[in-house]
């Protein structure tokens, strides 16, 4: 080679480096989400809408449809305001700031179905509410009966804001201490009152995760199933207790498919949402 210079390797293209995730994301989820559309999509003699069509005449679905929607107007900001309070208050650095905060995040350890278990135990007739009840000359009540959905939905919201507050939690501690105290002090000099500063100051730059925090509780609020499960059964059908009920007792996997698409289809579309919603507070 001329002048003995070495001739340079080209730079590999870029589609090489994004090759294997494009690998992954296709094995987990383009190629089950191909094969669920046509497994909902589909009849004995082609395409049709039988499956669909099943799923939209069965008053199940539109229950659970609704009280999947009802339990995350009100599970959401429930869970923010709690954990939002929680993270302010951990920034405060008040003494055993730690063991506060392993306490707080104890919920992130226990699966599903366990905190449903635990709450059962708390809930049910001949439970440690009741006994306290008891104790106390108030009688007891029975909290998980269908005759009384009213406390039934209750002691699903309070099962849920104890064991997924807490991821909130994680989220919102993690966005305060990327937030520089310089601000909040600049502020402070200044004359601004705590709630001031906690409006203009901190709440602004903590917009990231609260978009992060908040799409991804709304997502795990649609795929709520486990705990209302052991609290409450079928009496408080939720979407993806619905699939449970198609796929394993029914045996019908293709409507258990069509609901599924519909929890997928609203995750998406509340994803994007959220995303859109920020964006535009940002610049506007």
Not at 78 to 99: D, I, N, S, V
Not at 109 to 127: E, H, M, N, P, Q
Not at 178 to 192: L, N, Q, T
Request: proline letters at 6%; aromatic letters at 10%; a positive charge.
């Amino acid at each position: 080679m001329p002048g003995g210079l070495r001739r340079r390797a080209r730079p590999a293209p870029a589609l090489w480096l994004i090759l294997p995730s494009l690998v992954f994301m296709a094995a987990l989820f383009l190629w089950p989400l191909i094969v669920g559309v046509g497994q909902a999509f589909s009849g004995p003699d082609g395409p049709s809408l039988v499956h669909v069509r099943r799923m939209l005449d069965d008053p199940y679905f539109w229950q659970a449809t609704r009280n999947t929607a009802l339990l995350i107007v009100v599970l959401l900001p429930l869970q923010f305001a709690l954990a939002l309070t929680m993270a302010l208050l951990l920034r405060q650095r008040p003494r055993l700031a730690g063991l506060h905060f392993y306490l707080w995040v104890v919920p992130l350890a226990i699966s599903d179905l366990a905190a449903g278990l635990v709450w059962l135990s708390i809930f049910t007739d001949r439970g440690y509410l009741n006994s306290v009840l008891d104790h106390v000359g108030l009688g007891s009540y029975s909290w998980l009966s269908f005759e009384h959905p009213v406390t039934m939905f209750l002691a699903v919201v309070v099962a849920e804001l104890w064991r997924a507050t807490s991821l909130v939690f994680v989220i919102l501690v993690a966005g305060l201490q990327g937030i520089p105290r310089d601000y909040d002090e600049a502020a402070s000099v200044f004359g601004a009152t705590y709630w001031q500063r906690l409006r203009h100051v901190i709440l602004p730059q903590l917009r990231p995760s609260l978009q992060v925090a908040l799409i991804l509780r709304t997502i795990l609020a649609l795929e709520a199933f486990a705990v209302a499960q052991a609290l409450t059964g079928r009496n408080l059908p939720l979407l993806v207790g619905e699939t449970y009920q198609w796929y394993y007792n029914l045996q019908n996997p293709n409507v258990a498919t069509a609901i599924a698409l519909v929890v997928l289809l609203l995750s998406v579309v509340a994803a994007i949402g959220y995303i859109r919603l920020m964006r535009r507070e940002v610049t506007g």
